[in-house]
């Protein structure tokens, strides 16, 4: 990374005001959000089913359970969560992007999704949730697109349960130098026109593999989980380590 002024921050590989962050974001994640989960598996190949799927599995989450789903988009996440909370569960699905929230909301209950999951547009960096509200809190894909990472590790902190988890499942550094170059190609070369081919929108795919690249690598991420107040923190490596989960509980 370079350096930057204090109040500056990374929009993919430009330094911007950190004041225009949130907007230019909300402005790329309104322009995708029709085409989101078309896209999500044309760039995968449909892998990131598995990602969400194993993320689940890491969570602990039981039935009852109060769970919130953060930047949680196009509701993905959510929909594996809902199931397993059962009726005396709750899922809170927030997103800061009016227009995502709104495509998931109608995706889950198009699935018929409705009796144990709530919708709220929030900013990760200061959650309108009392203290201690969560058993579980995850955050998909999400967590490179905040202007102040820290702070919302902090407010993830605050309002979560203690002896609860959260759960970071985001794109990170390969582990193999081999698989780094494939994945620059693919991301610099490959990601934007098929984003300009299948959503229209070559330019906000530009930032999305931009965004990826600016994110804390896993030991990093880590480090700055442990200094928010997470404990036993750990991460799993997930295709050659294109893509991460951290864990990290709240005592």
Not at 55 to 66: E, L, N, W
Not at 76 to 89: C, E, N, Q
Not at 149 to 168: H, Q
Request: proline share 3%; with cysteine.
């Amino acid at each position: 990374m370079t350096d930057q002024q204090p109040d500056s921050t990374h929009f993919g590989f430009k330094t911007v005001k950190q004041t225009e962050k949130v907007s230019l974001v909300a402005n790329v994640f309104h322009s995708v959000a029709a085409k989101y989960d078309l896209m999500n598996d044309v760039m995968s190949l449909g892998i990131h089913r598995l990602w969400k799927r194993f993320t689940i599995d890491c969570s602990g989450v039981r039935p009852g359970h109060q769970v919130l789903d953060l930047a949680g988009g196009t509701g993905d996440i959510t929909a594996l969560f809902s199931k397993r909370v059962g009726p005396t569960g709750k899922i809170i699905l927030a997103d800061i992007n009016e227009s995502m929230l709104n495509v998931g909301r109608d995706k889950l209950r198009d699935l018929g999704l409705v009796n144990n999951i709530d919708y709220v547009q929030a900013n990760a960096e200061a959650l309108p949730f009392a203290d201690n509200s969560f058993d579980i809190i995850s955050i998909g894909f999400g967590l490179r697109n905040v202007t102040d990472k820290d702070a919302a590790l902090r407010s993830m902190y605050r309002v979560l349960k203690p002896g609860g988890r959260l759960l970071v499942l985001e794109f990170s550094k390969p582990e193999y130098e081999w698989l780094s170059k494939v994945y620059d190609l693919y991301s610099f070369k490959l990601l934007p026109t098929i984003g300009g081919l299948v959503a229209n929108d070559k330019e906000s795919y530009q930032y999305l593999a931009e965004s990826i690249r600016m994110h804390p690598d896993q030991d990093t991420l880590k480090q700055m989980m442990e200094t928010a107040g997470f404990e036993h923190v750990s991460y799993h490596n997930l295709t050659g380590g294109i893509v991460a989960l951290h864990k990290g509980y709240k005592f």
